[in-house]
Nanobody, 129 residues
Framework: QSRLVESGGGLVQTGGSLRLSCAAPGGTGTTYAIGWFRQAPGKVRDSVAAISWNGGETYYADSVKGRFTTSRDNARNTIYLQMNSLKSDDKAAYYC??????????????????????WGRGTQVTVSS
């Protein structure tokens, strides 16, 4: 599997918005469910959101529900994470990853990191007060 590539991170003020992109070359961008994760300094990496291969199913962590939205454009092999009303707690490195095919699209499956077979290198999001 080709590595995924995240982009769109940066510095934003509290309450601001950013849109992250995850470029997924080849079939990864059209046939795999994609998860978003984040890791803040000194903390473990946590699941943030996930989206099925056709965009029909999504998952969000409670901490981002109502503020973050994931979507995908399979024609462009790109998955997005729109982040609104950003808080200082959202500061982290954000990663996208491809879910191993054939797994059921349940919350338990989408949040388990070892179910993901290809990862990006991450993009940094910094939220200033």
């Amino acid at each position: 599997q080709s590595r995924l590539v995240e982009s769109g991170g940066g510095l934003v003020q509290t309450g601001g918005s950013l849109r992250l992109s995850c470029a997924a070359p080849g079939g990864t961008g059209t046939t795999y469910a994609i998860g978003w994760f984040r890791q803040a300094p000194g903390k473990v990496r946590d699941s943030v959101a996930a989206i099925s291969w056709n965009g029909g199913e999504t998952y969000y962590a409670d901490s981002v529900k109502g503020r973050f939205t994931t979507s995908r454009d399979n024609a462009r092999n790109t998955i997005y994470l729109q982040m609104n009303s950003l808080k200082s707690d959202d500061k982290a490195a954000y990663y996208c990853a491809a879910l191993s095919p054939g797994l059921p699209l349940t919350t338990a499956t989408m949040t388990r990191q070892d179910n993901y077979i290809t990862w990006g290198r991450g993009t940094q999001v910094t939220v200033s007060s």
